[in-house]
């Protein structure tokens, strides 16, 4: 059975959409998703070389939704509030989760970006609960498959 979400719930979801709408994480997050296609380690460091300003908006953009997904994984937001209007935490997943084992052999950290993956998986059996269509169609949509 699921908790109930709670009005510390709401507000905190709209503190977190404040945040995405400060300037700095908006041009980080245009920049995201129109530029960042990566399916390996190499690819990343070409599109976003360390000390570039890619660089900086791709960790700009996946830290925020890892913190994001800290809070819905340690119990502090509720998961199925934010299910509802979180999708773009989904969408950098999908982004990332390629990069994300040799990131983490690379860096020798089994966690880099474990609360986005985590979060991400549930978020995916939510999806296929509600109709088992929406994933594919989505996952397709944001990897440019047709």
């Known amino acids: ?3 109930p979400a709670t009005y510390e719930d709401a ?3 709209l503190r977190l959409y404040e945040m995405r709408r400060e300037e700095k994480l908006r041009q980080a ?3 995201f998703t129109r530029n ?3 399916s390996t380690l190499e690819e990343f460091n070409k599109v976003c070389p360390p ?3 890619e660089n900086a908006y791709s960790r700009q953009v996946i830290t925020y939704w890892e913190m994001v997904a800290s809070l819905i994984s340690s119990g502090v937001l ?3 509030l934010f299910y509802q209007s979180g999708m773009e935490l989904l969408l950098v997943w999908e982004r990332v989760k390629d990069v994300v084992p040799e990131t983490r052999k ?3 950290n089994p966690n880099t970006w474990k609360n986005l993956e985590n979060v991400a998986a549930k978020y995916i059996q939510y999806l296929n609960s509600v ?3 929406t994933y594919p169609a989505f996952t397709a949509r944001v990897r440019g498959v047709k």
Do not use: A
């Open 106 to 108: 690379v860096y020798k």
């Open 78 to 80: 509720n998961e199925h």
């Open 51 to 53: 000390g570039s300003q």
């Open 29 to 31: 997050r245009d920049w």
């Open 11 to 13: 507000n905190l979801i």
């Open 36 to 38: 960042f296609h990566c």
């Open 1 to 3: 059975m699921q908790t």
């Open 131 to 133: 109709d088992p269509e």
